[in-house]
């Protein structure tokens, strides 16, 4: 009797995890070739952002003694809100909630509240009376940039159902690395407010299967990793 009770329990136990490993969500499917037209423009709109962020910033109007330089008619972003909202249409949330809250929101520790002084990090950019200025301490370069990357090096060593690692080629400053970045689908991202729309007919899918080739499109993917 013995026996028989432990056969039953190592094949109820066979066959729950044959049901568990059944359903479990299917890995992304998508080839190299077509997550390199997708990386090439994520790359390219993470480039300008990158200059925005660490760079040279957005172009300002630079007037003498100031504190804060006003944001000239060329910047291609008015407002926080619109450089918030290209930020998270191109990275994943975390990723992109810490560009902007160092960019634009600061970081402040416990006692500035207390205080009124502030005893943080002040940010980059920030809204004076409702003017989007740049800070003239930081107008100069923070971060050097240029890293290049070799597209048609880009090969996918990695997958899951929510996420892939494409590994590629990049070059700064003269010296080559291999670099792995991690790319998320856009359905499984909130973004800065609400859940991320799949595509531009608001159609949305909860599974990498149902998402068919809606992921060859780069807007339906956020980058997860810095490319500066």
């Given at each position: 009797m013995k026996r028989f009770n432990r056969i039953a329990v190592i094949a109820a136990v066979a066959v729950l995890f044959g049901f568990v490993v059944g359903c479990a969500p299917a890995p992304i499917d998508i080839s190299d070739e077509r997550i390199q037209p997708v990386l090439q423009v994520l790359l390219e709109k993470a480039a300008e952002l990158n200059e925005i962020y660490y760079g040279t910033g957005l172009p300002v109007n630079k007037t003498e003694d100031a504190k804060f330089y006003e944001l000239s008619d060329e910047a291609k972003y008015k407002n926080s809100d619109e450089l918030k909202a290209a930020t998270y249409r191109v990275f994943s949330d975390d990723l992109a909630?810490?560009?902007?809250?160092?960019?634009?929101?600061?970081?402040?520790?416990?006692?500035?509240?207390?205080?009124?002084?502030?005893?943080?990090?002040?940010?980059?950019?920030?809204?004076?009376?409702?003017?989007?200025?740049?800070?003239?301490?930081?107008?100069?370069?923070?971060?050097?940039?240029?890293?290049?990357?070799?597209?048609?090096?880009?090969?996918?060593?990695?997958?899951?159902?929510?996420?892939i690692e494409v590994s590629i080629m990049s070059e700064k400053d003269g010296e080559k690395a291999e670099i792995?970045?991690?790319?998320?689908?856009?359905?499984?991202?909130?973004?800065?407010?609400?859940?991320?729309?799949?595509?531009?007919?608001?159609?949305?899918?909860?599974?990498?299967?149902?998402?068919?080739?809606?992921l060859d499109k780069p807007e339906n993917w956020r980058l997860d990793t810095p490319t500066y």
């Amino acid at each position: 009797m013995k026996r028989f009770n432990r056969i039953a329990v190592i094949a109820a136990v066979a066959v729950l995890f044959g049901f568990v490993v059944g359903c479990a969500p299917a890995p992304i499917d998508i080839s190299d070739e077509r997550i390199q037209p997708v990386l090439q423009v994520l790359l390219e709109k993470a480039a300008e952002l990158n200059e925005i962020y660490y760079g040279t910033g957005l172009p300002v109007n630079k007037t003498e003694d100031a504190k804060f330089y006003e944001l000239s008619d060329e910047a291609k972003y008015k407002n926080s809100d619109e450089l918030k909202a290209a930020t998270y249409r191109v990275f994943s949330d975390d990723l992109a909630s810490q560009m902007f809250t160092v960019g634009v929101q600061g970081i402040y520790d416990d006692d500035s509240d207390k205080t009124g002084i502030d005893m943080g990090l002040n940010s980059r950019y920030t809204s004076i009376l409702g003017v989007f200025c740049m800070r003239a301490s930081m107008s100069e370069p923070l971060f050097e940039l240029g890293r290049e990357y070799d597209i048609s090096s880009a090969k996918i060593t990695s997958r899951g159902s929510k996420y892939i690692e494409v590994s590629i080629m990049s070059e700064k400053d003269g010296e080559k690395a291999e670099i792995t970045l991690t790319l998320v689908p856009a359905y499984t991202q909130k973004g800065d407010s609400g859940p991320a729309e799949l595509s531009e007919d608001n159609e949305k899918t909860e599974t990498a299967a149902d998402a068919g080739e809606l992921l060859d499109k780069p807007e339906n993917w956020r980058l997860d990793t810095p490319t500066y």
